[in-house]
């Protein structure tokens, strides 16, 4: 388990002294009662939906896959149609991977999906080239893509400075996808591709209810045709009406669509600052915001537990003395994207309705 543990932590970039400490303090894997003996994967599943059907705590799927093994080099290189096994022979449970070779249809050793018969042979896996496009991702992939190549976050220094609409083509009010928009302040004529955002909004501190971070609104992408003061960039992509005022900002590249997940290695305890899809409150496989960032240790990977924050009751029968109840456990998240005093995270698991102002903390 030692050399595991450390292979990867260090993957995401942690010292050994880090590694060391996370082993001392990591408790023993506690599979789920339910857990199958071998489980078929189907498509749209994720590494944390087959690791909870063995896990009683999902996020610790990296720790049961026997990861020496040839074919599962990589745990993110799982497909549709791969036999998970639960192996218990050794000192500690581990997960394994094979390949469904019978005539029959999908097997399922109690629990997974496709029970049936036919007949079946496992063997060790080899695949001639890898397929990325088809691999079982370690989250609900179409639930983050927007937030990962879009701006969130707007520096307060930037929110004066950034390039910005001063016309449109032909005097329009509002631009569309392959329109014209005349823009001031591009200094750097190499970049040809930019982001449009709406004015950027304050994300408050629940706490201390002062700014945290300033948050675009992205409503289209642009492409450079001319430089100049002003340059010409004309629309690729809209999502909501572009005009004169919109500010822009680099395009950047799309971040890592799998994580490995682990628990922070710091102390953390934060509140939920913004919930999205339009609504208050959300549920799994919902983007929320967190009040910490990579200033609070937060980072790409980490996951969280979600906590209802006790409610203050008054005790009559004690001359009115409030008392604060306990928070209570509702789900977990895994972070996907970090910046400062900001964080996004993809919900994972939820009891019960997620709103503003719950906590987050270590798992």
């Known amino acids: 388990?030692?050399?595991?543990?450390?292979?990867?932590?260090?993957?995401?970039?942690?010292?050994?002294?880090?590694?060391?400490?996370?082993?001392?303090?990591?408790?023993?894997?506690?599979?789920?009662?339910?857990?199958?003996?071998?489980?078929?994967?189907?498509?749209?599943?994720?590494?944390?939906?087959?690791?909870?059907r063995f896990l009683e705590k999902p996020w610790r799927w990296p720790e049961i896959w026997d990861l020496n093994r040839e074919s599962i080099r990589?745990?993110?290189?799982?497909?549709?149609?791969d036999v998970v096994l639960l192996d218990r022979s050794g000192a500690e449970p581990r997960l394994r991977l094979a390949r469904h070779i019978g005539t029959g249809s999908n097997v399922d050793g109690g629990g997974g999906a496709g029970a049936g018969g036919g007949t079946v042979r496992l063997q060790p896996m080899v695949r001639a080239e890898p397929l990325e496009r088809d691999a079982v991702p370690t989250l609900d992939?179409?639930?983050?893509?927007?937030?990962?190549n879009r701006p969130l976050i707007v520096e307060e220094s930037d929110l004066a400075t950034n390039p910005r609409i001063i016309a449109t083509q032909e005097g329009r009010v509002y631009l569309g996808r392959g329109d014209l928009?005349?823009?001031?302040?591009?200094?750097?004529?190499?970049?040809?591709?930019?982001?449009?955002?709406r004015r950027a909004k304050p994300v408050l501190d629940p706490d201390t209810r002062k700014p945290i971070a300033y948050e675009a609104l992205f409503v289209g992408g642009?492409?450079?045709?001319?430089?100049?003061?002003?340059?010409?960039?004309?629309?690729?992509?809209?999502?909501?009406?572009?005009?004169?005022?919109?500010?822009?900002?680099?395009?950047?590249?799309?971040?890592?669509?799998?994580?490995?997940?682990?628990?922070?290695?710091?102390?953390?305890?934060?509140?939920?600052?913004?919930?999205?899809?339009?609504?208050?409150q959300v549920g799994r496989n919902s983007v929320v915001a967190i009040n910490r960032g990579l200033a609070a240790g937060i980072d790409e990977g980490h996951v969280l537990e979600i906590r209802l924050r006790g409610r203050t009751v008054v005790d009559r029968e004690q001359n009115n003395e409030k008392i604060t109840l306990p928070d209570e456990r509702?789900?977990?998240?895994?972070?996907?994207?970090?910046?400062?005093?900001?964080?996004?995270?993809?919900?994972?698991?939820?009891s019960q309705p997620i709103s503003v102002g719950d906590v987050v903390a270590n798992p």
Do not use: C
């Open 141 to 148: 992939t179409a639930a983050i893509a927007p937030f990962l």
């Open 330 to 350: 509702v789900g977990h998240l895994m972070v996907f994207r970090s910046f400062e005093n900001i964080a996004y995270g993809l919900v994972m698991e939820a």
């Open 222 to 280: 642009a492409q450079l045709e001319r430089v100049g003061d002003p340059a010409t960039l004309r629309l690729t992509s809209v999502t909501e009406e572009v005009g004169v005022g919109d500010r822009l900002m680099p395009a950047v590249k799309g971040g890592p669509l799998n994580f490995v997940p682990r628990a922070p290695e710091a102390e953390i305890e934060g509140r939920i600052v913004n919930v999205y899809r339009g609504v208050t």
């Open 1 to 52: 388990m030692t050399n595991f543990i450390m292979r990867f932590i260090a993957a995401a970039g942690l010292s050994v002294a880090a590694a060391v400490s996370a082993q001392q303090a990591t408790p023993p894997l506690e599979i789920s009662p339910q857990a199958p003996e071998r489980y078929v994967v189907v498509k749209g599943d994720t590494l944390w939906d087959i690791s909870g």
């Open 74 to 81: 990589d745990p993110h290189w799982i497909y549709p149609g």
């Open 181 to 197: 928009a005349y823009v001031r302040g591009i200094e750097d004529e190499a970049q040809a591709e930019w982001h449009i955002y």
